[in-house]
């Protein structure tokens, strides 16, 4: 049966495997489809690792997704879901991973992204979103509901966490001054150069511990670059500095974030919970677009170099280029200055009132 684009289905199935930033600026759509359309069953196709950041989330079935196994997972997926048939899927993961897994979802009206996308998404859809010319990801994520007319947002990012987690988050942030959380590596991923240099958070957690009294939390996953930056952030900021790297979950992290005073951190994962956990971001971009990627609320305390690195790679002006192109040189992120970041740690400082 076609679907009838002036009456809420009974339900829709949402295709977002990854990443956490991504699926942060996901969850605030489903939100606004759910204030829309409060009688929609919602199913979420997730991957494992998001999913526990998003466990617990009211309103919505989660349907998990493995990336280690991907035909493992394809095929657990196919079964979940057999019998089923849903009037609406909202197909907001332009990749060729997402797009195989949307062939295990039967649908009726299948909506993809307009506009320029990757790995031929349009291929498995029947319809696409309005296209949207150069804006923040999480905009052209609401052109879903926009589809539909659903114009008003509910920026409403309700992730539980637990009180044992609560708990954990009250003691590390429990020190003197204004709690701030480095997370400063990036997911790796190939030829994409996020991250700025060790010796620099280990000097920017030295003046924080000087200049604000602060109670430095560094945070990030159990990778080895993970722990060998640690290894040279920890020292600069003694004894101000509590290195939790390997030691959290998502939902522990989270928890933190909510919690703390400030999060600085490169384009990550991070950037994007504290805008979900309302906590305010120093971001460090040079080799993304800030007006693409950076925390929504936050792009007046954004470092950005993209401007300058985009020119020193391609001699064109971030104007002439294609949106969301990559600086892949790998010394883009030199192009920030300790003093680039201090200065806008101090307006973040001044705007919580704890100059």
Not at 6 to 12: A, I, K, T, Y
Not at 307 to 328: D, H, I, L, N, Q
Request: contains cysteine; hydrophobic residues 40%; proline residues 6%.
């Amino acid at each position: 049966m076609p679907f009838n684009r002036s009456q809420p289905p009974e339900s829709l199935c949402v295709i977002r495997l990854s990443a956490i930033g991504d699926c942060c600026h996901t969850l605030p759509v489903i939100r606004t489809f759910q204030a829309h359309w409060p009688n929609t069953e919602i199913n979420w196709i997730i991957g494992k690792t998001e999913r526990a950041l998003f466990e617990g989330v009211d309103g919505i079935e989660f349907i998990t997704y493995e990336k280690s196994d991907p035909r493992g997972s394809r095929r657990q997926i196919r079964a979940q879901l057999k019998g089923r048939r849903f009037p609406l899927l909202l197909h907001m993961h332009p990749s060729m991973r997402a797009n195989l897994v949307s062939r295990a979802v039967k649908a009726d009206l299948r909506l993809g992204l307009g506009g320029r996308v990757n790995d031929y998404q349009w291929l498995f859809t029947n319809a696409r979103t309005a296209e949207k010319d150069r804006v923040h990801v999480m905009d052209r994520f609401f052109g879903f509901a926009e589809f539909f007319g659903l114009d008003e947002r509910d920026l409403r990012w309700d992730i539980p966490v637990s009180d044992a987690d609560r708990a954990f988050a009250d003691e590390v942030c429990a020190g003197a001054g204004p709690v701030v959380v480095i997370s400063p590596c990036s997911n790796p991923r190939f030829r994409n150069f996020r991250n700025w240099r060790a010796e620099n958070y280990a000097q920017l957690a030295a003046w924080l511990r000087d200049t604000h009294g602060a109670t430095i939390l560094l945070t990030g996953g159990p990778s080895n670059i993970e722990r060998e930056f640690a290894a040279v952030i920890e020292p600069g900021g003694a004894p101000a500095v509590m290195n939790l790297v390997g030691k959290t979950s998502l939902k522990q992290l989270f928890a933190i974030i909510q919690r703390a005073d400030l999060v600085i951190c490169p384009d990550s994962g991070p950037a994007h919970m504290a805008t979900a956990a309302g906590t305010l971001c120093v971001g460090l971009y040079a080799s993304t677009n800030r007006f693409r990627a950076a925390p929504y609320f936050c792009q007046d305390l954004v470092v950005d170099k993209y401007p300058e690195a985009v020119r020193a790679e391609y001699g064109r002006s971030v104007e002439e280029m294609r949106w969301g192109t990559r600086v892949r040189d790998p010394a883009a992120m030199d192009l920030i200055a300790l003093e680039d970041v201090t200065a806008n740690v101090n307006l973040a400082m001044a705007r919580l009132g704890k100059p």
